[in-house]
């Protein structure tokens, strides 16, 4: 059975960094397109980066892109979400999930089957 873990939220200050780690289990994660989505209080589940399975380009919501990174460790088996230059509005919960045979592109929710319980971001000073 395909178990999506993440790890590594926290509280932080505005400007500061996190790590989030997405370890799988039960798949591959190099034959899967990877997803990092995130909810805040009081809105819908968005998606904030995504990394292809095939050419592992990545993509990203314009709210985050130059500060977010996604990678990915085969070796591991584990995907990764460096944030940096946090912002309040980067508070919610983050969840990983996967994807076969959809595209990172649209970076939509409801593309993705897989997911994990998510781990919780909060930026505050």
């Known amino acids: 059975q395909v178990q999506l873990v993440e790890s590594g939220g926290g509280l932080v200050q505005p400007g500061g960094s996190l790590r989030l780690s997405c370890a799988a289990s039960?798949?591959?994660?190099?034959?899967?397109?990877i997803g990092w989505f995130r909810q805040a209080p009081g809105k819908e589940r968005e998606g904030v980066a995504c990394i292809s399975s095939s050419d592992g380009r990545t993509y990203y919501a314009d709210s985050v892109k130059g500060r977010f990174t996604i990678s990915r460790d085969n070796a591991k088996n584990t995907v990764y979400l460096q944030m940096n230059s946090l912002k309040s509005e980067d508070t919610g919960s983050y969840y990983c999930a996967v994807s076969i045979y959809v595209s990172c592109l649209g970076l939509s929710p409801t593309d993705f089957a897989s997911w994990g319980q998510g781990t919780q971001v909060t930026v505050s000073s």
């Open positions: 039960g798949i591959t994660l190099d034959y899967y397109h």
